[in-house]
């Protein structure tokens, strides 16, 4: 049974990898599909979290809109491990983001 992501989901495990990037001070990647150094993170399938291309915005527009070829994902859970915390209670990401939103408004 496959399961639907809502926004709200999905801003939540945007946020979790971003902060996760962030933290460990990690080099994103250019572009998998053109090189352009300037990137964006895409999820292929949220129910694996982990898996990421790194995409480019023109790129990232091509594979989300118009169904262009993605490259295989990079699996981060090898860089993450235990550190990268999906299993953490979801309340504490909930606060988290909201503290996020209050910081941007």
């Known amino acids: 049974m496959s399961r639907n ?7 939540l495990i945007r946020y979790r990898i971003n902060t996760f990037i962030k933290r460990h001070g990690i080099q994103r990647e ?22 990421i291309n790194y995409l480019c915005r023109s790129c990232h527009d091509k594979v989300t809109w118009y169904k262009l070829q993605c ?6 859970s ?3 491990g235990a550190d990268y915390g ?8 909930d606060r988290k983001y909201n503290e996020y939103l209050k910081r941007k408004a």
């Open 5 to 11: 992501y809502n926004q709200h989901e999905k801003k």
């Open 86 to 93: 999906v299993k953490k209670d979801t309340a504490y990401y």
């Open 78 to 80: 090898a860089i993450c």
């Open 71 to 76: 490259p295989e994902p990079i699996d981060m």
């Open 30 to 51: 250019p572009c998998q599909i053109c090189g352009n150094p300037k990137t964006e993170i895409h999820h292929p399938d949220y129910k694996k979290e982990t898996m």
